[in-house]
């Protein structure tokens, strides 16, 4: 099953997440699965999965949704609170994975998940890769965080042999964060997580979910990340078909290389934080900046530029190239050959929510209609 992750849609409360769900996403369905269901990752910040979870409309909610033909078979628990104030910045990160609060949201996610879905039906939860980069962990926080991610697993445990429900809570590496690599995941299980026993049920119940935007900054290849989680031992229960933006100056002349370099500027706004790795060339280790506009200034005072550069910025995956810049959409292909190979389960979402701040020139005038193309093309590429 594919769908679109509805974090592209504002929803500070269960009224303002309804309202939008319902003016986007039955146009999205009468383009894309007119007449079959059709699954939504769902995004309910923590006020509005709290309100749900305590109201009384949590079942005519449930009801609208199948009512529409829509499966919410994937939920975004990343972002905790309202993704669409006028600046998110780094607020996305919190609370941390060492916060009770963190937990808590994410026990209405899951109880909201088990209501909605039929019975025997499995499920995924997309969640913050434990905190932002800055300042490091202490042992202690590792161990803070890996507790409340074990306490998460075993709650998930006792659902699966009492209710059937099988689910997993997928930790999403992204540039920056304390996790942001894959053998960083990896150090993590085996430091952390899987110290203390329950392997079984940790696997089973913690697992991963790959960004191909992410694994892209990060100059990762899709198939050497996903076999590093494959070869220890560690499940990729879902995958967030995106694309990131990308410039190869190699070979542009200082004029093509000065309007590309305009054009990157232009994708420089101040809601969202757009981490960006340069490299020299492809044999050079990349240099991560927090957010694109201080890596254009650094690249400003530099002669030097013969550069590639990546940046976290997800832009339509219908996209390969836009002026004189690039996407990362090949890397959605290589990633779909490796998912088929090594985590045939695993849910696939698309997941571009900056329609609304993209430059003026790639914005659309119906959202519904660019969301379809994107799943369009991604069954596409499916067959």
Not at 9 to 30: C, I, M, S, Y
Not at 51 to 56: G, Y
Not at 148 to 161: S, V
Not at 243 to 255: K, Q
Request: with cysteine; hydrophobic share 40%; proline share 5%.
């Amino acid at each position: 099953m594919i769908g679109y992750c509805t974090n592209v849609h504002a929803g500070a409360d269960l009224e303002q997440t309804w309202n939008n769900l319902r003016r986007f996403a039955p146009a999205v369905k009468k383009l894309v699965s007119p007449n079959s269901f059709m699954g939504v990752g769902l995004w309910l910040s923590a006020r509005t999965a709290r309100q749900l979870r305590e109201s009384r409309q949590k079942l005519e909610f449930a009801g609208w949704l199948r009512g529409q033909g829509f499966i919410p078979y994937t939920m975004n628990g990343f972002p905790y609170g309202d993704f669409h104030q006028q600046v998110v910045k780094h607020r996305v990160y919190e609370p941390t994975w060492m916060d009770a609060s963190r937990l808590n949201y994410t026990r209405d996610l899951i109880a909201i998940l088990d209501l909605y879905l039929l019975p025997g039906i499995g499920a995924t939860i997309s969640t913050l890769p434990v905190a932002w980069g800055e300042p490091e962990l202490t042992p202690s926080q590792w161990e803070a965080a890996a507790a409340n991610l074990r306490q998460c697993a075993m709650e998930l445990h006792e659902l699966l042999e009492d209710a059937g429900r099988p689910m997993s809570l997928c930790l999403e590496p992204e540039p920056g964060c304390v996790l942001d690599h894959g053998q960083d995941v990896v150090d993590f299980f085996e430091n952390y997580l899987l110290r203390d026993g329950d392997e079984d049920v940790i696997r089973r119940h913690i697992q991963v979910c790959h960004d191909v935007c992410h694994a892209a900054v990060m100059f990762e290849s899709q198939r050497e990340v996903l076999q590093t989680y494959y070869d220890a031992g560690i499940g990729v229960g879902k995958m967030q078909i995106s694309s990131a933006v990308a410039l190869d100056a190699e070979g542009l002349s200082a004029e093509q290389y000065s309007e590309a370099m305009t054009q990157l500027w232009s994708f420089a706004e101040d809601r969202y934080l757009h981490q960006t790795s340069l490299r020299r060339s492809p044999q050079s280790p990349p240099e991560l900046y927090c957010d694109l506009p201080s890596a254009l200034v650094a690249a400003s005072r530099d002669e030097v530029a013969q550069q590639q550069w990546r940046v976290h910025f997800h832009v339509p995956i219908y996209l390969e190239e836009f002026g004189g810049l690039r996407t990362t959409q090949a890397e959605i292909g290589e990633c779909l050959e490796v998912q088929r190979e090594l985590f045939p389960w695993a849910q696939l979402e698309v997941e571009t929510y900056a329609w609304n701040v993209l430059p003026e020139d790639l914005r659309i005038e119906n959202l519904s209609q660019g969301i379809a193309r994107e799943l369009n093309w991604l069954k596409g590429k499916l067959g």
